[in-house]
């Protein structure tokens, strides 16, 4: 294998991963413009003829409420989940991370101990709990929990990331007088930017994919986020509304890629310098 082949080969096979990556949205643009007798039909790439009737039936919404409406619940829950989990886990971090009391080691491991638990196993407790305080077919039980730290995944991420910062900075700041939590807000914080951002950017991304809780929790449809929508898109017509789900189903991704790419550049540097890294 001679020096030009050996340079041009890892790009070759990058680029084909790519192909292979991006042909599911490929495939899931294209059906979103095929009528409705191509898309189960066909196994075409692009349509014979572009159907663009499919995004005007898919802003109209499901049951009366628009697409707006339903992006806005999305956006809702999603941006509640995010302010939720940085400002509790990484409290909670903080004080796994730099403080010392007692059985902080216990508490740790058994806060980690949890992500080996099934969310459907505290599903049904969450439930009667929230049944009981008057909650369910609300937001509440999608945005409260967040406010408590129950992320053990994204609080021993920004452990792992804190455990790295040098203590010379809080040391500093508490001889000039700063006590545990002015420490927390105006030297650990903004330190912590990149493992804060990248659970952001994971936080937004599972929630706004989340179908089963919320299924669980929200009956009426003027609450209904864009994920249960694109179900009860198909319950209206059981016959061909395929297309039309497709094109929601575009929507819907949209909010996410641009939410990544704005932020992408913060999400690798912190899986680089955090406990993601390998």
Same mark, same amino acid.
């Given at each position: ?15 084909? $991963? ?42 109209? $919404? ?59 196993? #505290? ?35 920004? #452990? ?32 912590? /930017? ?36 694109? /179900? ?10 395929? $297309? ?23 999400? #690798? ?10």
């Amino acid at each position: 294998m001679n020096l030009t082949t050996r340079r041009w080969m890892p790009h070759t096979i990058a680029v084909v $991963g790519l192909l292979v990556l991006l042909y599911p949205l490929a495939w899931l643009l294209g059906t979103s413009l095929k009528p409705a007798d191509e898309v189960v039909t066909s196994l075409d790439l692009w349509p014979s003829h572009l159907e663009w009737s499919n995004y005007t039936t898919a802003l109209d $919404g499901v049951s009366g409420v628009p697409v707006t409406r339903l992006l806005w619940n999305s956006l809702l829950i999603a941006g509640g989940a995010v302010v939720g989990n940085v400002v509790s886990c990484s409290l909670a971090a903080y004080a796994f991370a730099r403080l010392r009391f007692r059985m902080r080691k216990v508490m740790f491991a058994f806060m980690v101990a949890t992500l080996m638990l099934p969310h459907h196993v #505290v599903l049904i407790p969450q439930y009667i709990i929230f049944n009981r305080l008057g909650m369910v077919d609300t937001y509440w039980p999608l945005i409260l929990p967040k406010f408590l730290a129950t992320e053990a995944f994204f609080v021993f991420l920004i #452990v792992q990331f804190m455990r790295n910062l040098p203590r010379e900075l809080e040391e500093s700041a508490r001889i000039d007088g700063c006590g545990a939590f002015r420490t927390y807000w105006s030297i650990t914080l903004p330190l912590s /930017r990149p493992s804060l951002i990248t659970t952001a950017i994971f936080t937004f991304i599972w929630t706004w994919n989340d179908f089963f809780t919320q299924l669980i929790y929200l009956f009426a449809p003027e609450k209904f986020t864009i994920t249960l929508a694109l /179900r009860s898109f198909v319950d209206q017509s059981s016959i061909s509304a395929y $297309g039309p789900m497709f094109a929601m189903s575009v929507i819907s991704v949209l909010p996410i890629v641009l939410f990544f790419f704005v932020f992408q550049r913060y999400l #690798v540097q912190g899986m680089a310098t955090s406990g993601l890294k390998g």
